[in-house]
């Protein structure tokens, strides 16, 4: 919702959406889209609390508010919350679930839903690069495209754990 706000307003210049102008919802955007690959991250650490899970995400949210709040369009602000996180989901999958396997619970993997995945965030990262350019990309077309094979990614990186034989339980 937050990038469709992101959007809207980058294409009514110097007017305000909803209070906010196109920086604002930028920065919106850019915090919307950072806790989601942390999210994912987190999601794929297989962790057996639900409790440790939901806190852990609300406290990365919690730093790249502030992080992009003090500086949005500081790459670093930007990609050391997730290069953060992915190096924790790959400690936890390659050190403790390979050589400490009795006190971790191991992650099963859907292969289907891992390479299915893949497949599709390839284009994507083709066209987020290709889409980075304004000038050549003044229609959006590209950043338009890497949000639609992203999206088609996402729905297969949301079912890469295998979850069948387990009893799903709803933690509130």
Request: glycine residues 6%.
């Amino acid at each position: 919702m937050v990038s469709v706000c992101y959007h809207v307003a980058e294409a009514l210049p110097n007017q305000r959406l909803f209070g906010l102008h196109e920086g604002e919802w930028h920065k919106l955007d850019n915090i919307a889209a950072i806790s989601c690959c942390n999210v994912l991250f987190i999601y794929l650490c297989n962790l057996s609390s639900p409790h440790v899970r939901y806190l852990w995400g609300l406290i990365q949210l919690g730093i790249v508010v502030v992080l992009q709040t003090h500086s949005p369009w500081d790459l670093l602000f930007t990609l050391v919350p997730i290069f953060f996180h992915l190096l924790v989901f790959l400690v936890k999958y390659f050190f403790f679930e390979k050589y400490l396997y009795k006190s971790v619970r191991p992650t099963k993997w859907n292969v289907n839903n891992v390479k299915s995945s893949f497949f599709w965030l390839v284009p994507a990262i083709i066209c987020f690069c290709k889409g980075l350019d304004d000038e050549h990309d003044y229609l959006r077309l590209w950043h338009g495209a890497w949000h639609a094979f992203l999206g088609i990614s996402s729905y297969y990186q949301w079912g890469m754990i295998d979850t069948t034989g387990e009893r799903k339980k709803e933690h509130f």
